[in-house]
C-alpha cells in the first residue's frame, strides 16, 4: 500500500515553531510528526477532534506529539494531510 504525507503551510509553520519552543531543529520536529502519524496510534480523549484524526505518539525523552490530520483513503493508496501539530511534556 503506497503512503503519501503532506503538510499544510500553517501546519508546518506551527510544527517548526513548536519545535524550536522544546529546543528541536525541523528535521526532529518532522521526523517526529511523521513518525506518529505512522504509528497510528489514534487519542481517544485529550486533542481529539471532531473533524480529524488525531494521532499520539510518546518519545522517550518527554515529549508528546499530537498531530491532527486528514486522511484519505483509496484502494492501494493513503493520503495523509496534516492540519496542526501539538507538542507537550509527559505522557498522553
Request: charged share 30%; glycine share 6%.
Amino acid at each position: 500500500m503506497e503512503i503519501s504525507i503532506h503538510i499544510e503551510d500553517h501546519a508546518l509553520m506551527r510544527m517548526i515553531e513548536r519545535g524550536i519552543e522544546w529546543d528541536l531543529d525541523l528535521h526532529e520536529t518532522r521526523k517526529r510528526v511523521f513518525d506518529t502519524v505512522l504509528a497510528g496510534n489514534e487519542t481517544p480523549s485529550r486533542h481529539a477532534s471532531e473533524k480529524h484524526t488525531t494521532y499520539v505518539r510518546y518519545f522517550g525523552d518527554g515529549l508528546c506529539f499530537y498531530v491532527i490530520c486528514d486522511r484519505y483513503q483509496s484502494p492501494g493508496y493513503v493520503n495523509f494531510v496534516i492540519k496542526t501539530v501539538i507538542i507537550e511534556e509527559g505522557r498522553p
